[in-house]
């Protein structure tokens, strides 16, 4: 596993042995940061990762100069991996919460330009995720939720649902609250 871009482009990630996070691939990852870069100022936005696993996503965000990134993991050994490698990597803006992520999408009172979830595919309720995150206002207006999900999801006949990315054997579901600016000129 490796940073994809950014300033610290190219920088090997090697969890311990004792990990048993599923890491979303370097592949995978180079084609969503592609998208997002077209979408959004990276250094202007805030994000959430949740079920953080290796912090791969986060470090990608931080890499890329987003200094205001939450990070969500319940595990101790992969919450501490998180921990040293920001550490080792300098990184600016992330904050660390080692927390159950359903517990916390219930208490967390502020919101974020994007959300990146990415469950354990077996995870029971995985359907029913973009409902539970949604419905909790967490997303700013014209926020991003993205998935990473098994093949076997499909979400597209969801309400919030915005667009869908595969990768290789990586898919990602998008979902996307209403701009203010879409809203007024679905009303007019």
Not at 56 to 67: D, K, L, N, P, Q
Not at 109 to 120: G, L, T, V, W, Y
Request: with cysteine; aromatic share 12%.
């Amino acid at each position: 596993m490796r940073i994809i871009g950014g300033e610290h482009r190219g920088k090997g990630i090697i969890p311990p042995r004792n990990f048993s996070a599923r890491p979303t691939t370097d592949f995978a990852k180079e084609g969503l940061f592609n998208t997002l870069c077209n979408m959004y100022d990276f250094e202007e936005i805030s994000v959430l990762d949740l079920f953080s696993g290796t912090g791969g996503i986060t470090y990608e965000f931080a890499s890329r100069g987003c200094t205001s990134i939450t990070t969500i993991e319940m595990n101790q050994i992969h919450s501490n991996f998180i921990k040293s490698t920001v550490a080792k990597l300098n990184l600016k803006g992330v904050n660390l919460v080692r927390h159950n992520v359903f517990d916390f999408i219930e208490i967390c009172r502020i919101s974020f330009d994007i959300i990146f979830a990415d469950p354990p595919y077996d995870l029971d309720g995985l359907s029913k995720l973009p409902d539970k995150i949604l419905s909790k206002n967490l997303l700013n207006e014209g926020g991003l939720l993205i998935l990473e999900h098994p093949s076997s999801f499909n979400f597209s006949k969801h309400p919030a649902f915005f667009k869908a990315k595969k990768y290789g054997n990586v898919n990602f579901a998008f979902f996307k609250t209403a701009d203010p600016i879409e809203t007024t000129s679905q009303i007019n």
